[in-house]
């Protein structure tokens, strides 16, 4: 706990005086044995702006080439707090830990206001301009480089936009007119749209693992929509046509690729998530893992918040459906691996 809390309190640091990151590599030698009192004297100091503490990426020992974040004056050395990839695996379940949670929290929080107020387009636009205004903040605070958009950026933008709007809507309709819970297992079929749609409009070919595990999202699907209680065409049809609109979203974005999209464009710009600190630090099997569970959390959560009940046929399909989707994601991060080795190999 004490080098959690000496590492929150070294990260903090740069909200109180100028930036400045880690230095590079070096072998100084570091003192993996001082004394907790050390370490927080050192951490204070920075804390108060003393610049001669500094965090610093050194080896753990003279033995040992594993890199360790330390903090560092010329008077006693190096003070090591822990080892540079327990830090990164910390930093990456706080991703994740706040993603599923601030996910799970929002579907909870916004079946409430659908039960009590039962205006999904109203709810819609008024979480999408939460977002716009918490981004702008960012933005106008320079704590998130702002973006630059030249105008035919803009128009290569505007229809991705659009359909990220409509599927937002989609969704919460969808949650709207039924469970919260069922929206999720209908959502798990986005990736049938996505390979459907790929085929038609870009003709892009799917491998056989990938059409093979399509074949359990539909029949799960299908199954836990016969079987729903709570089962309503416009609970359907508002998941599906967030299913579509994501599905073409991506298929745009894809196509758009070499289109001029301005500058600072990054991944948390474009869509404003934790998700997106979490996904670009790990590798595509841990991202399609992620994916699954935060689905069934989701569901679990939802289910067990509102008391929904649900048949065994249900809960079936709704198993069916999620391994099903999970095992998508895993044939297409699979194709993506052996895309990016060939690549390299013709590079070569």
Request: charged share 15%; with cysteine; proline share 6%.
């Amino acid at each position: 706990m004490l080098q959690v809390a000496v590492l929150l309190t070294a990260l903090s640091r740069p909200a109180l005086v100028a930036p400045r990151p880690p230095a590079p590599l070096r072998s100084r030698t570091p003192v993996a044995t001082a004394a907790p009192a050390s370490l927080l004297g050192k951490a204070a100091r920075m804390v108060r702006g003393d610049p001669t503490i500094q965090y610093e990426t050194i080896t753990c020992s003279d033995i040992d080439e594993e890199e360790c974040l330390a903090l560092c004056d010329e008077e006693t050395g190096c003070s090591i707090v822990a080892p540079s990839a327990a830090l990164r695996t910390l930093k990456i379940g706080v991703y994740f830990a706040l993603w599923f949670a601030l996910s799970t929290g929002y579907n909870i929080a916004n079946k409430v206001r659908l039960n009590a107020i039962a205006l999904p387009w109203c709810h819609s636009a008024a979480s999408l301009g939460v977002g716009s205004a918490f981004v702008s903040f960012l933005w106008a605070t320079g704590l998130r480089k702002r973006p630059s958009l030249p105008r035919a950026a803009v128009a290569t933008l505007l229809p991705i936009s659009f359909l990220h709007a409509l599927g937002h809507i989609g969704a919460v309709v969808s949650a709207g007119a039924g469970a919260v819970s069922f929206t999720q297992i209908v959502k798990a079929a986005e990736p049938v749209c996505t390979a459907l749609l790929s085929w038609g409009i870009l003709g892009a070919t799917i491998s056989a693992p990938a059409a093979l595990a399509l074949v359990p999202i539909v029949a799960g699907v299908a199954l836990a929509s016969v079987s729903e209680l709570s089962f309503t065409w416009l609970s359907f049809s508002g998941a599906m046509l967030s299913n579509l609109a994501f599905a073409t979203r991506n298929i745009l974005s894809r196509a758009s690729m070499d289109r001029p999209k301005g500058k600072n464009m990054t991944p948390e710009n474009l869509f404003g998530e934790v998700a997106m600190l979490a996904l670009n630090n790990v590798n595509p099997v841990t991202h399609a893992v992620a994916n699954t569970l935060k689905r069934v959390v989701i569901l679990l959560a939802c289910v067990v918040f509102f008391k929904t009940p649900m048949t065994p046929l249900c809960i079936a399909g709704s198993t069916v459906a999620i391994v099903g989707s999970y095992l998508y994601s895993m044939a297409k991060g699979r194709e993506k691996a052996l895309a990016k080795a060939a690549a390299k190999k013709g590079a070569a």
